[in-house]
């Protein structure tokens, strides 16, 4: 089986498995103060150090979470008190959850965000929380966080910055970004999943928790701190793929696949390294996926979460693909990617495409 | 692995805190780490073969929980914990209560000695509209069903009494508790993070609505819990936050596969090994009770002793002051409280709700005695004790011995 689905889950990296592994053996609680306890404390604000410096902000900037998702409800509960939303079409679903009735930013046929729109709506209304996420999950879209990030500050809004799959791939770092919050999830980094932080900017004061109890993370989250998994998580910090392999590994891919009749989704926008989504003209998603993964190549239809269900994505609906939205795929390579996985791929597409592909209709010359 | 054998020399520190958190049972470990590795599918990626090897594993721990709680696999929820499982339980009840129900019940009854996150949860839901009501327990830790039965003449939408306290070890009489929350229309949560693997817990026997467990509490991984949702009659819950919709939608993000199949093996052996880890451990508090009663006259166990776990001993000393006392024992790990307001200077709550005043409270630790707990530790830890109560370091007392 060839892994090509790393943006459900990047394999683990065998630096924070050794973490992990010492971890367990320490058997304190961060919060007790006597030698057991302290030397959790230790792993704990060791891990919160490396974790800091990873995304340039402070040590008392990161607030340990259970992963992506609940660092971005956490960042809107606590950010857009009071406010009104303005969210990303091609948002992840944690946080089109978070927020519903939120104001729509709409993105181009490539995905990208719509800057100009984006202004006209700061400019009419209250004060807003807008969540922006920096690379999309299905397509690899890098969206322009600092130029909005601007736009936003010229208008007192906040910025929320989903970073979970740009985290690792391309550089994060929430001073540069200019944003006020940053949800990042260790499972996407080569560490373990159950793990995420909230980066927070200093300007922001206080921070209202969704997990109340206990007082942990400075009052921000409560709940005895994942240990193991955050030491996993602060092992991968730092450590990063060779892009320029990976964007010419998953360049072939793509060229195979637009030769039997694929068409990339947000091609023409500045991508993830790792990341392609193809749509096959009139042939299912979901078909594709099965038939891949009985040629022994995972992949996915889209968001790994929906639990099973191929849903039309609601990010290329909202590139305007229309039908397309439904027979696209999703390719994302993991950071050890073989070579040979991806003449596999090549293969089981071509074979999967020339089973599946409707016959040419013969077009009028 | 026999624990019962006395190790040749004594660990230390010697970890007498088992309340604040166990080690991980290397057994625990061994499951997880393939999982860490091996297999890295999301478990949502149903789509092929790594994603449904790692659904599988997850369902098989399901069940495992499942099966230590008298539950129905169906009814098991994976959260981060049991904060994590306390938060959804009372304000995701309140709040579907609030958006579908017919509005007429906005009480939440609990009781004074309770988990800080429970407290918190019930308190932050005050500014929501609800009617917080904290009862009090009686000298003995225990909350008395007629205190209940008194509170449920207000109509009330729900109930939480924890099963087991993190500080003293008392056991709440929870099958008759939810059997009078039920009689009286409320739902019934209850907190079993201390309880799970101590005590038998039979869900579907009780009638409890929801309740919440933690991995850390029993030789389980940090950072994973489950949140027990009744399925008939159907306890119904707005999440704390939403996303893929995982867990029915109870509690979205991708689940921890790896830490989920160490709840699961935690449960397995908690399932396997508590009667005779019981009685075991039971012989070892004695045996500390005991030698501590004979070096410090005086000495008092604050809650119940009929009612409460076998592995928890609440201590007011006569003379000393518990801050000094772990200061002379830099060796041995017990706690002033909870972990989570072990820094703080506050006498505990829970202490104070027994009637202690701030001077016996100030004087009073926290013994949490556990499956890695040996003979040899127990001696160490009693005669450490002794020592630092007469005003001597437990190491000037160990180097005389």
């Known amino acids: ?365 | 692995m026999d624990m019962t054998e006395t190790p040749a020399r004594p660990n230390r520190p010697v970890y007498l805190d088992n309340q604040a958190t166990t080690r991980c049972d290397p057994r625990v470990v061994a499951a997880m780490l393939p999982w860490f590795t091996e297999q890295y599918g999301n478990p949502h990626s149903a789509e092929h073969i790594m994603g449904r090897v790692a659904e599988a594993a997850v369902e098989t721990a399901r069940g495992q929980v499942a099966s230590l709680l008298g539950a129905d696999p169906r009814e098991i929820v994976f959260t981060s914990g049991a904060t994590e499982s306390n938060n959804i339980a009372i304000k995701g009840a309140a709040r579907f209560a609030a958006r579908y129900g017919d509005g007429e019940r906005r009480r939440i009854v609990t009781v004074v000695t309770e988990h800080k996150c429970v407290l918190e949860s019930v308190a932050d839901l005050k500014e929501e509209g609800f009617e917080p009501v904290f009862l009090p327990v009686g000298p003995d830790g225990l909350l008395d069903p007629e205190v209940l039965r008194q509170a449920l003449t207000v109509p009330t939408l729900l109930v939480s009494v924890m099963a087991v306290n993190n500080e003293i070890g008392v056991v709440q009489d929870i099958a008759a508790h939810a059997a009078i929350a039920k009689a009286a229309g409320a739902l019934f949560h209850t907190d079993l993070a201390q309880a799970v693997g101590k005590i038998p817990v039979d869900l579907t026997g009780w009638k409890a609505d929801l309740a919440s467990v933690s991995g850390h509490k029993i030789y389980g991984p940090k950072g994973i819990g489950a949140l027990f949702v009744r399925r008939r009659p159907r306890a119904r819950l707005l999440p704390l936050f939403s996303g893929g919709g995982q867990e029915r939608g109870v509690r979205s993000g991708t689940l921890p596969a790896p830490l989920v199949v160490g709840l699961g093996e935690a449960s397995r052996l908690a399932a396997e090994e508590m009667a005779a880890e019981s009685a075991r451990i039971g012989v070892l508090r004695d045996r500390m009770f005991n030698a501590l009663r004979a070096l410090i006259p005086g000495i008092a166990i604050n809650g119940s002793t009929a009612h409460r776990i076998p592995g928890n001993l609440n201590l007011t000393f006569p003379a000393e002051k518990a801050q000094s006392m772990l200061e002379r024992m830099p060796d041995l790990c017990v706690s002033t409280g909870s972990a989570c307001s072990s820094a703080a200077i506050e006498p505990s709550y829970v202490l104070r709700a027994l009637g202690l005043d701030d001077d016996a409270a100030g004087r009073t630790l926290r013994i949490g005695i556990g499956r890695f707990t040996s003979p040899a530790d127990i001696d160490y830890a009693a005669s450490a004790l002794a020592a630092a109560h007469s005003g001597r370091n437990a190491a000037d007392h160990l180097a005389e011995a």
């Open chain 1, 1 to 365: 089986m060839h892994y090509l689905d790393a943006n459900a889950s990047e394999p683990l990296r065998p630096e924070a498995k050794a973490a992990i592994a010492a971890a367990f053996e320490v058997t304190g609680n961060p919060s007790s103060v006597h030698a057991a306890g302290r030397a959790a404390r230790r792993l704990l604000e060791d891990a919160r150090e490396r974790v800091a410096a990873r995304f340039s902000v402070r040590d008392q900037d990161v607030v340990f979470t259970s992963g992506g998702t609940e660092a971005d409800a956490l960042a809107v509960h606590a950010l857009g008190l009071g406010r009104r939303m303005i969210v990303c079409a091609t948002e992840h679903d944690a946080v089109r959850a978070a927020t519903p009735g939120a104001a729509v930013l709409p993105v181009d046929r490539d995905g990208v965000a719509d800057l100009d729109a984006l202004r006209a709506m700061l400019g009419s209304g209250p004060a807003a929380l807008v969540c922006l996420m920096l690379a999309n999950n299905e397509t690899g879209t890098i969206q322009p966080v600092a130029e909005a990030a601007s736009l936003c500050r010229a208008h007192g809004a906040l910025l929320h910055v989903d970073a979970v799959q740009a985290a690792g791939r391309i550089a994060v770092d929430l001073t540069a970004q200019g944003c006020h919050s940053l949800a990042v999830s260790a499972h996407k980094l080569g560490g373990p999943a159950g793990v995420g932080a909230l980066l927070v900017s200093p300007e922001l004061s206080t921070i209202a928790p969704l997990i109340a109890g206990g007082g942990q993370e400075r009052g921000r989250r409560g709940g005895t701190p994942a240990l193991a998994a955050i030491a996993g998580f602060a092992a991968v910090c730092g450590l990063g793929a060779d892009q320029t392999r990976l964007a010419a590994l998953r360049d072939r891919a793509e060229a195979a696949a637009v030769h039997h009749g694929a068409v990339v989704c947000g091609g023409a926008a500045a991508r993830l390294a790792n990341t392609t989504s193809l749509a096959l003209p009139g042939v299912r998603a979901d078909a594709q996926v099965i038939a891949l993964d009985l040629d022994g190549i995972a992949v996915s239809a889209g968001a790994a979460c929906s639990s099973g269900k191929v849903q039309t994505s609601h990010v290329l609906t909202a590139m305007g693909l229309g039908r397309l939205a439904g027979q696209a795929i999703r390719v994302s390579l993991p950071w050890n990617v073989p070579d040979e996985a991806i003449d596999a791929f090549e293969a089981a597409y071509a074979r999967m495409a020339a089973r599946l592909r409707p016959a040419l209709v013969p077009t009028a010359a």
